[in-house]
C-alpha cells in the first residue's frame, strides 16, 4: 500500500535551519511529483511547494520562495524540504503528500516544526 | 497568485440535511478544482478531484460541479462522520492555493 512517512521536525529557532525527509513506498517514486503542504496550529492549509517526478521543476509560494528548497532522491525514495532563514510564522505540521495516483492522493501524518527561541 | 474564497464559513446543519459548500476563485481555473475534508488530529483527505470526480472510496453522497470561477460541493444527506472542515484548493496554475475552509457543525 501506498505510505508517505515524514520525519525531521522539532523546535528550532529562528534564522535558522531545518531539513524535512519524506519516505516513500508502495508506489513508482521516481514516475509522481510530490508536494508539501503545511498547516498552523488551528490554521488551514497552506501548499507549500512541489517537484516534478524526475526533479527538473519545483514551484514555490510567495510565502517561502528564496529561503526554502524541495528536492528528491529517486534512488531512495525520499523527498526533502530544506528549511532556511525559519520564522515564527513558519511554524505549522509539514505534510508530504503525493501527486494524484489514479483517483487519489496521499498523505503523511505530518511532522511538526516549532520556530521559537 | 489565485484566491479562493470559501463560504460560509461555517454551516450548522443537522444529520440527514443537504449541505452545499462554495469556492470561488479569483480568476478562472477551468476545471482544475479539488475538494479535501479534514476532520480533527487527522490529514485531509481528497473527496473530489478536476470539480466533479469522486476519489477512490469516497460515497456517492458526495458531489462536486462548476467550472470557471464557481464551484459547489454538495453533501446530499449529512452523515455524522461528515461534520469536519472542508477546503477547495486550485490546481490550475502555481503556486497551488487553498482556500480558507468551511466547517460544517452539528447544528
Known amino acids: 500500500q501506498v505510505q508517505v512517512v515524514e520525519s525531521g521536525g522539532g523546535v528550532v529557532q529562528p534564522g535558522r535551519s531545518l531539513r524535512l525527509s519524506c519516505a516513500a513506498s508502495g508506489f513508482t517514486f521516481s514516475g509522481n511529483g510530490m508536494h508539501w503542504v503545511r498547516q498552523a496550529p488551528g490554521k488551514g492549509l497552506e501548499w507549500v511547494a512541489a517537484i516534478w517526478y524526475d526533479g527538473s521543476s519545483q514551484y514555490y509560494a510567495d510565502s517561502v520562495r528564496g529561503r526554502f528548497t524541495i528536492s528528491r532522491d529517486n534512488s531512495k525514495n525520499t523527498l526533502y524540504l530544506q528549511m532556511n532563514s525559519l520564522r515564527a510564522e513558519d511554524t505549522a505540521v509539514y505534510y508530504c503528500v503525493t501527486q494524484r495516483i489514479s483517483d487519489q492522493d496521499y498523505w503523511g501524518q505530518g511532522t511538526l516544526v516549532t520556530v521559537s527561541s | 497568485e489565485i484566491v479562493l474564497t470559501q463560504s460560509p464559513a461555517t454551516l450548522s446543519l443537522s444529520p440527514g440535511e443537504r449541505a452545499t459548500l462554495s469556492c470561488r476563485a479569483s480568476q478562472s481555473v477551468s476545471s482544475y478544482l479539488a475538494w479535501y475534508q479534514q476532520k480533527p488530529g487527522q490529514p485531509p483527505t481528497l473527496l473530489i478531484y478536476d470539480a466533479s470526480n469522486r476519489a477512490t472510496g469516497i460515497p456517492a453522497r458526495f458531489s462536486g460541479s462548476g467550472s470557471g470561477t464557481d464551484f459547489t460541493l454538495t453533501i446530499s444527506s449529512l452523515e455524522p462522520e461528515d461534520f469536519a472542515v472542508y477546503y477547495c484548493?486550485?490546481?490550475?496554475?502555481?503556486?497551488?492555493?487553498f482556500g480558507q475552509g468551511t466547517k460544517v457543525e452539528i447544528k
Open positions: 484548493q486550485q490546481r490550475s496554475s502555481w503556486p497551488w492555493t
